[in-house]
């Protein structure tokens, strides 16, 4: 999954508050463990998401119309957002990063709680 990060060590807390009130058996939890495990080491060197923006309209080239930035390692975008002329994008440092149409970054907000939406 794009939200497990290496750094966590704490997967058998998140495990039990996903599970409680359900019965699960500790076979279920064990072999739900392993596949986490499984996918962390598919999935590489834990590098950062990708953020991909495409303008739909406009003059510009088609080379021009295409940006992407790569966050750094362990940082997961959890949301993203656009308007006419930007785009934003929440991730699970609670980082609100805010770009312009044509990719360059603008401020970075630190989030003091945990995102629950964007909206542009």
Same mark, same amino acid.
């Given at each position: 999954?794009?939200?497990? +990060?290496?750094?966590?060590?704490? +997967?058998?807390?998140?495990?039990?508050?996903? %599970?409680?009130?359900?019965?699960?058996? #500790? !076979? /279920? *939890?064990? &072999?739900? !463990?392993?596949?986490? *495990?499984? !996918?962390? *080491?598919?999935?590489?060197?834990?590098?950062?998401?990708?953020?991909?923006?495409?303008?739909? #309209? %406009?003059?510009?080239?088609?080379?021009? *119309?295409?940006?992407?930035?790569?966050?750094? !390692?362990? #940082?997961?975008?959890?949301?993203? &957002? %656009? @308007?006419?002329?930007? &785009?934003?994008?929440? %991730?699970?440092?609670?980082?609100?990063?805010?770009? /312009?149409?044509?990719?360059?970054? @603008?401020?970075?907000?630190?989030?003091?709680? +945990?995102?629950?939406?964007?909206?542009?």
């Amino acid at each position: 999954s794009d939200l497990l +990060d290496d750094d966590d060590d704490d +997967d058998d807390d998140d495990l039990g508050r996903l %599970t409680d009130g359900i019965g699960m058996s #500790e !076979r /279920t *939890k064990k &072999a739900i !463990r392993k596949a986490q *495990k499984q !996918r962390m *080491k598919k999935s590489g060197d834990g590098k950062g998401s990708s953020l991909y923006f495409h303008r739909f #309209e %406009t003059f510009a080239s088609l080379r021009d *119309k295409d940006w992407y930035m790569n966050l750094s !390692r362990g #940082e997961r975008v959890m949301g993203c &957002a %656009t @308007g006419q002329g930007w &785009a934003a994008c929440i %991730t699970n440092r609670r980082f609100l990063r805010m770009f /312009t149409s044509g990719g360059n970054q @603008g401020p970075i907000v630190w989030l003091k709680g +945990d995102p629950v939406s964007i909206v542009g």
